[in-house]
């Protein structure tokens, strides 16, 4: 069964310093990962996917994740932190149906100026 | 293009009661999941239904159903509702359910408190 497991609960930047938010994944199968976006009070937002096409992905907002199959990871990074990326980001896998997307538990951003 | 849509935005129940949330996909959408979100969790999924019929189901009690009509729109329906249900309800849709790697677009849910 596939699953995320999300390290850090919370991380907390300085405006324009790296963000790196952590996901391994655990699959049987190639998988089909996700990041996602919930800002306060809202849903969700696909920042951006990964579907084997390569290996290296670019989202919105100026995000990308790199997929490392030998590290079962795919960490999100983004060059500089803006004040509006504070908010909560989900890592999920798709599960081998594809008829349900599994969450991690969530790493809520903070940024400071 | 509008997108995913979700009625009431917010809901106050007792135990006991019943509840029922609507959704409409994305227009040209033919699937709609739900998925429950509990305070400072992650989504859990419920359920996923394509051309009206249920395609999966996750690890909820029977309380727990749904439906999708002929304009693929949705309801979640609740009963007996418990205080452990208080929760952010989502909706996602897709254009249909046939691979993995297909984006689901989400609503911005409903909010159910039980009291």
């Known amino acids: 069964a596939q699953s995320v497991t999300q390290l850090g609960s919370h991380v907390s930047v300085s405006e324009g310093a790296l963000v790196l938010l952590r996901c391994n994944y655990s699959s049987s199968v190639p998988p089909y990962l996700f990041w996602y976006v919930q800002y306060p009070n809202q849903g969700l937002q696909l920042l951006l996917k990964y579907t084997s096409a390569a290996t290296l992905v670019k989202g919105i907002n100026g995000f990308e994740a790199e997929f490392k199959k030998s590290e079962t990871s795919f960490h999100l990074t983004k060059p500089s932190a803006h004040m509006s990326d504070a908010a909560e980001y989900f890592c999920?896998?798709?599960?081998?149906?594809?008829?349900?997307?599994?969450f991690g538990a969530g790493t809520r951003l903070f940024v400071k100026a | 293009d509008a997108g995913v849509t979700q009625s009431p935005t917010h809901l106050i129940k007792t135990r006991g009661q019943q509840v029922t949330l609507r959704c409409s996909p994305i227009?040209?959408?033919?699937?709609v999941s739900w998925y429950q979100q509990v305070l400072g969790q992650g989504p859990q999924f419920i359920f996923q239904?394509?051309?009206?019929?249920?395609?999966g189901r996750g690890n909820f009690p029977d309380r727990f159903s749904a439906r999708q009509f002929p304009n693929y729109s949705s309801e979640l329906n609740v009963n007996a509702l418990l205080l452990g249900d208080s929760a952010l309800y989502l909706c996602?849709?897709?254009?249909?359910?046939?691979?993995?790697?297909?984006?689901?677009?989400f609503g911005p849910g409903t909010r159910l408190l039980v009291l």
């Open positions: 227009s040209g959408h033919k699937s």
């Open positions: 999920a896998v798709r599960n081998t149906g594809g008829f349900k997307t599994i």
């Open positions: 239904y394509y051309e009206k019929e249920e395609r």
């Open positions: 996602a849709s897709s254009l249909t359910t046939g691979t993995a790697q297909e984006t689901q677009y």
